[in-house]
């Protein structure tokens, strides 16, 4: 029998519609009983006869688990790919859940003076000081220490902070810099509006110049690691492009002349920001290059050299020019089911592990 206290839902998602169980593998397991013995659950039970488990109460499972298939010495336990979890972890109702869950038995769960382990965070307070709205869905804020030298004025372009929203304690998401360190310790944010997206919703509504947030950081090790002379593609997706220009900034702040080619990838030609910042950088790197590609909209018009707009993805441009890739690092940031895509395609096109660098915004 199902037990109702395994069966409820997980992160208010309905028990019975989430496909996660173990599955026999028939001809490889030996019986030893291992699973049905191992599993507080009862998911399994044991057929006495032919010696072999049988998986009767399979909604017992815990969502994620895989301990009986970790500890079958003959690898006969198989479950359907993580990935079909990490989606409904992708859902802002899983998210809100777990945030709400966390907050509801704080006292239960929060961890003891005692066992705190010293860390090496650093938390700031900044103010915002500018806030754009380049597009409806993007808002560009800049933020500056609100003590001299109380900043991050440290940090490596390509890292990121995490930002509280003021008087709410518990809620904070994380924020790529888009830029590399200036001498007054500001620092701006991109930030894409998310649907239903708590922090997001927040910030579009009522953020203003003024405010204070604290933020914690720098973190995150997407930062150059290719040695000088070595060609760089740089690819973002959305507000992807945030990491993205802090390294493009901090390159051509200090090796101009190189060897550089973005591809920027929005879902509509109308969305991309920014574009006075890339013509700034164009100007300054004589051998950079800048290809927008969109999935819709009208052509973005070639206003300089070097600036070229395609129609389709980020993935159609990389398979439609061979010569994008050639002999170069890459360097790609955006939200992670692109990535994901990227990833399989670039080890599929033979590009070796070594000579990618991802920032995946996300789970
Ligand atoms: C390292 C890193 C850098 C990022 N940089 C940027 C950036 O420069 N610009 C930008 O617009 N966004 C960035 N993000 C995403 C950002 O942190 C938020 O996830 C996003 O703004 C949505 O927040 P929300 O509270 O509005 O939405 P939520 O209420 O959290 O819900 C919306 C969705 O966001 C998803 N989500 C993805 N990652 C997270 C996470 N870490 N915590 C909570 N939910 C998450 C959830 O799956 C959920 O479905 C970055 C994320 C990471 C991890
Ligand atoms: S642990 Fe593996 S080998 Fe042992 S009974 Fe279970 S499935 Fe079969
Ligand atoms: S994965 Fe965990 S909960 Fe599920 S059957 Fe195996 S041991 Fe039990």
């Known amino acids: 029998m199902p037990n109702p206290q395994f069966t409820k839902p997980w992160h208010g998602v309905p028990r019975e519609q989430i496909a996660w169980n173990p599955h026999i593998i028939e001809e490889a397991c ?7 013995t191992g599993c507080s659950r009862l998911v399994y039970r044991f057929d006495f006869e032919r010696k072999k488990p049988v998986v009767v109460d399979p909604l017992n499972c815990m969502v994620g688990c895989t301990t009986c298939a970790n500890t079958c010495p003959a690898h006969a336990i198989a479950f359907p790919p993580i990935e079909s979890v990490l989606a409904l972890e992708g859902l802002a109702q899983v998210r809100h859940a777990v945030e709400d869950d966390l907050l509801a038995r704080h006292d239960i769960l929060a961890a003891p003076a005692a066992a705190a382990l010293p860390h090496p965070d650093r938390i700031v307070t900044l103010t915002v000081t500018a806030i754009s709205h380049p597009t409806p869905d993007v808002m560009r804020v800049t933020l500056a220490p609100v003590q001299a030298g109380e900043c991050f004025c440290e940090f490596t372009p390509g890292q990121y902070i995490e930002l509280w929203e003021p008087e709410a304690s518990h809620l904070s998401r994380s924020y790529s810099i888009a830029n590399a360190p200036h001498g007054d310790g500001s620092i701006e944010l ?17 953020m203003k110049v003024g405010d204070r947030l604290q933020a914690r950081g720098p973190l995150g ?56 910042t890339l013509r700034q950088l164009l100007a300054e790197a004589p051998n950079l290059r800048v290809l927008l590609v969109a999935e819709s909209g009208d052509a973005v018009p070639a206003t300089m050299e070097r600036l070229d707009y395609a129609p389709g993805t980020v993935l159609d441009a990389l398979r439609k020019d061979g010569q994008l890739i050639g002999h170069c690092d890459i360097y790609a940031a955006g939200p992670p089911a692109m990535l994901r895509e990227l990833a399989h395609a670039l080890g599929a096109m033979g590009v070796e592990a070594q000579r990618i660098h991802i920032d995946s915004f996300g789970v």
Do not use: N
């Open 30 to 36: 030996i019986g030893c009983g291992t699973c049905v």
């Open 190 to 206: 991109h930030i894409r509006r998310v649907e239903g997206g708590r922090f997001t919703d927040w910030a579009f509504k009522h």
């Open 221 to 276: 090790g997407f930062t150059m690691r290719s040695p000088a002379g070595v060609p760089l593609l740089f690819i973002a997706g959305g507000t992807g492009f945030a990491p993205v220009l802090a390294l493009l900034e901090q390159q051509v702040r200090f090796d101009p002349a190189r060897a550089m080619t973005l591809v920027w990838g929005m879902r509509r030609s109308a969305d991309f920001y920014a574009l006075d």
